[in-house]
């Protein structure tokens, strides 16, 4: 734990190349869970681009016990330890240094570096986890090839696993065994990876495109092995896809998936050696729903994209941590929509993809922790992993394949190969490639990178009905964040379609556009404050529809009518523009209920919904010609979240009353349609994950949720028999999910689904989530939960599960006026540090916003901030997230 008041920041500005390159790195473990003892040989050469001959190692709750500099023993006075700096001074040009150390995995209960989960070891080195385990120069632009040696006593650990290929197992001889791998590829020391457990696995052998054989395998504790088939199927699928794709090839003999109940992450893509949180390998229909089945597709894939856009191609420094992660969930993103394989499919996934970005990342991008994507600075850089840098980074990458074509962005995906193999370097690096490949001036697209916050852009229109054109005038600017007031104009591409009176798409000319003769969407380009776009030759005024696909990740201004919304609603052949104006419509109406709610003091008397907007809501339940997922993500209203996104002053009763008030008008208006969609939408026979059947059962239980809001008995009779006789975990769930948040009596049903799964720790993951996220369950109820045999603190998962949904899921009963659930918040944020910073600065993010909330409610949130802040011993990790909250 560090206890300086006041931490260092880091500039990306002062970056300096490292002083010593490394070759090749040796090292030997004895593996015991109270002593571990590591050895460390590097072979190091002074970097021509540095003039330091200052050896430079990082090192943190390690103990040192010997250190050998070309075969000499270093004594304490030829080398300076200082906090978590080891330096040797004037050092040779070639050096060979010898390193012993000791670590205590069993006490690390921060999940970085090796610590021990379930009598297991496991590591996570990303992103500075590797100085946990060992000195080293502990930085990703130092790559080196790596020999590591295991040794362990045999019964307890019998599978020995590290990155690359296994050349050499035996015993010992004392009861304990060994085994040697070596990674042929150069690699940052933060994907090194290692495991030594009593585990199991599945495993096939896989033919690639080339003809070479690799051997695939799933390791998993015992007793998980029948939940392995997903992730392995997924593997397949995300290795093929990559040759398809891209011409990528796996590079190793073999490639191995790790899973793990105790991890901070999702999952880690170690070279060759992913070790994943269990939540995103282990399914089968009687524990994981179609989430968990799609998020298991996405993770397994990202992972394993990473095997090329992140380890053979890494990042010069952690400032530019998007060019591997906001590349590679594009990456993903893509290869789970061509799973789907239809159209409809890809634009359900598109449409997830943009209610995450509206969720969360433009709240951060307009809170304290704004950062540009490429971030100028940072005190803990895990607090950089942020969806700034994942998500809106892979929208940057999305976007300049909108502007170069699918085509044109393999071909700069070649060239940034081609050129940057092996190396270490910056998101500047892949923006030359996808420029220099296409023949493009991309220099303004830095700004991407550099500028914070989510850019807002205004459409107007005039239609001049004598020459038949059509002018969309387009205008950019972008709020003031922190460090920068000012912001120069962004590259924005901007998708568009126009409507007929019809609701058919119009053929489009852009006065001086370069398009395809006869394209119904065109990209418009804007790179100035203000630009004018001429259509010629349209015989009617249309409605337009802007920023199809959501083409840029920004906030469109323009002032549809309710008429526009309702026929883009009805009739926008692109789905993503289709469900955007459901939204809109939903959104206009939600702000005036909300204002409607607050003016009378709470009370949602006298509230009134208008049949234009039921109807349209009707039009979408019952039209069978559209695919059930994307009718699902139609009807779901605007979260309580992004409703509070749109208000100056957030009033979280309000919004939560008015919001509810709608679902029960729809569930009550359209009773007999949704009764007749739920029965119409069954799933019957074995359970399949695939997208049709997913989606059927999405909005089937959304039609149960809208029934559930105010239900009478028949309705509550329905839930009880889905929960009793479902087939698969989506529909149990849902209709458990449906019963607690309808405040009906569920409390034989909860046990009844607890005492089903208590040995699945997932799925008791799933039951505390469950209850902490309705609004029936006030703070109170959450510390009683807090007392259950099955929570604990120290799994991120569980904690996840009822402290994180509560704080961030259930916003009316966390901004509950007495201001309790604030003074919760403090505490475990507190709590919580003691034990994994990491989760603890993630909760701590939860009030980031406080000034955006009425007078009463900010204070008693600034109040539990300086709770926080005042603490003597905080972590970085929390200290930053606290600090930026409290600063004007």
């Known amino acids: 734990m560090r206890t300086d008041s006041s931490p260092q920041t880091i500039f990306r500005k002062d970056y300096t190349p490292p002083a010593y390159l490394v070759d090749t790195v040796e090292l030997g473990f004895d593996l015991d869970p109270d002593r571990t003892v590591v050895a460390n040989r590097i072979t190091m050469r002074q970097n021509p681009a540095s003039k330091s001959r200052d050896i430079v190692l990082h090192g943190e709750e390690i103990e040192l016990v010997a250190l050998r500099l070309n075969g000499k023993t270093l004594a304490p006075t ?58 080293f120069p502990d930085r990703p ?60 696995c599945q495993e096939e052998r896989y033919t690639l495109q080339s003809g070479r054989e690799v051997l695939l395998q799933v390791w998993v504790e015992e007793g998980n092995l029948d939940k392995t088939d997903y992730a392995m199927q997924s593997l397949k699928n995300s290795i093929r896809w990559d040759e398809e794709r891209f011409g990528l090839e796996l590079d190793l003999d073999r490639f ?126 895990n607090n950089f992993y942020t969806v700034t840098v994942y998500e809106k980074g892979a929208e940057v990458v999305r976007m300049y394949q909108t502007l170069v074509g699918r085509d044109g962005f393999r071909k700069g ?28 001036d991309l220099r303004q697209f830095e700004r991407w990178y550099s500028q914070a916050g989510t850019p807002i852009v205004t459409a107007r229109t005039r239609y001049d009905a004598v020459k038949r054109n059509f002018d969309i005038i387009l205008s950019q600017r972008c709020p003031a964040s922190a460090g920068q007031a000012d912001k120069l104009p962004f590259h924005i591409p901007v998708a568009v379609g126009l409507l007929s009176a019809s609701g058919k798409d119009l053929p489009l000319t852009l006065e001086g556009g370069k398009h395809a003769k006869g394209a119904t969407t065109v990209v418009l380009e804007l790179t100035e404050q203000e630009q004018i776009f001429r259509f010629r030759h349209v015989d009617e005024r249309p409605t337009p529809s802007i920023l199809r696909d959501f083409s840029a990740p920004v906030i469109l201004e323009y002032d549809y009518t309710d008429d526009e919304l309702l026929h883009l609603f009805s009739h926008d052949s692109d789905p993503v523009n289709r469900w955007e104006a459901g939204q809109r419509l939903a959104m206009e109406r939600l702000l005036k209920l909300t204002a409607q709610v607050a003016a009378a003091g709470g009370s949602d008397a006298g509230l009134k919904l208008d ?171 959450v510390r009683k939960l807090m007392q259950h045999p099955a929570f604990t603190l120290k799994n991120p998962n569980r904690a996840r599960s009822l402290i994180f949904n509560f704080t961030g899921a259930n916003p009316s009963q966390f901004h509950a006026a007495d201001g309790s659930a604030y003074e919760f918040w403090a505490e475990f944020v507190i709590k919580l540090d003691a034990i994994n910073p990491q989760v603890a600065a993630r909760l701590a993010r939860g009030m980031d916003r406080w000034r955006r909330y009425a007078p009463a409610l900010q204070a008693k949130m600034k109040k539990a901030l300086e709770k926080v802040a005042g603490r003597a011993k905080l972590s970085n990790d929390v200290l930053e997230v606290v600090t930026k909250a409290l600063a004007n």
């Not at 296994?166 to 020391?189: C, M, N, Q, T, V």
């Not at 590349?327 to 598109?350: P, Y």
């Not at 923006?431 to 220099?436: F, G, S, T």
């Open 141 to 200: 632009d130092v790559m080196a090839k790596y020999t590591v040696m295991l040794r362990a006593d045999k019964a307890a650990y019998p599978v020995l696993l590290s990155n690359g290929n296994l050349i050499e197992e035996g015993e010992l001889g004392d009861g304990r065994h060994y085994a040697k791998w070596e990674d042929p590829f150069k690699k940052p020391s933060y994907l090194f990876a290692l495991v030594a457990a009593r585990l199991v």
């Open 611 to 781: 049949a234009t907007f039921i109807n349209a809501q009707r039009a979408v339940l019952t039209d069978d010609t559209l695919d059930p997922a994307f009718r699902e993500l139609a009807l779901i209203l605007p979260s309580e979240i992004i409703i509070a996104e749109q208000m100056d002053v957030v009033d979280p009763q309000a919004i939560h009353v008015a919001r509810q008030f709608m679902r029960r008008t729809i569930g009550a208006a359209l009773k007999s349609e949704l009764l007749a969609q739920y029965h119409a939408n069954q799933t019957p026979g074995a359970y399949s994950p695939d997208a049709l059947s997913a989606g059927k059962r999405a909005l089937k239980n959304l039609c149960l949720s809208y029934l559930m809001v105010a239900p009478d008995m028949a309705e509550l009779k329905l839930a009880q028999q889905q929960f009793e006789k479902a087939g698969n975990m989506t529909d149990r769930s849902a209709a458990l999910v449906s019963m607690i948040h309808s405040g009906a009596e569920a409390g034989p049903y909860l046990k009844a689904f607890y005492q089903d799964f208590e040995h699945e720790a997932l799925v008791i993951d799933k039951w505390f989530a469950m209850q902490a996220a309705a609004p029936t369950t006030n703070v109170a109820a």
């Open 256 to 381: 191995m998936i790790v899973a793990v109940g105790d991890f901070n992450m999702g999952a880690m893509e170690n070279k060759g050696l992913n070790i994943f949180n269990t939540k995103f390998v282990l399914a089968n229909p009687r524990v994981a729903t179609d989430i968990d089945y799609a998020g298991i597709e996405a993770v397994v894939g990202h992972e394993y994209f990473h095997n090329w856009t992140g380890n053979r191609v890494t990042c010069r420094d952690w400032f530019q941590l998007s060019l591997k992660e906001g590349l590679t969930v594009f990456r993903d993103q893509e290869f789970s929509a061509d799973m789907i394989g239809t159209d409809s499919g890809r634009a359900v996934t598109r449409i997830d993809q943009v209610r995450t970005l509206r969720q969360a990342q433009f709240p951060e991008d307009a809170g304290p922790m704004s950062h540009p994507v490429r971030p100028d600075s940072f005190v803990e850089i």
């Open 78 to 135: 030829e080398y300076h330890l200082n906090g978590s700096t080891l330096t040797i001074r004037k050092a040779p040009a070639k050096a060979v240094l010898e390193i012993e150390t000791l670590c205590a995995p069993v006490q690390n209960t921060s999940l970085s570096g090796l610590y021990v989960s379930n009598g297991n070891f496991f590591t996570q080195c990303e992103a500075e986890g590797f100085r946990r385990i060992t000195y």
């Open 413 to 440: 995906m070649d060239l940034y190969f081609k050129r940057h193999d092996g190396q270490a370097v910056e998101c500047d690096d892949f923006r030359a490639a996808m420029a220099d490949a296409n023949g493009r």
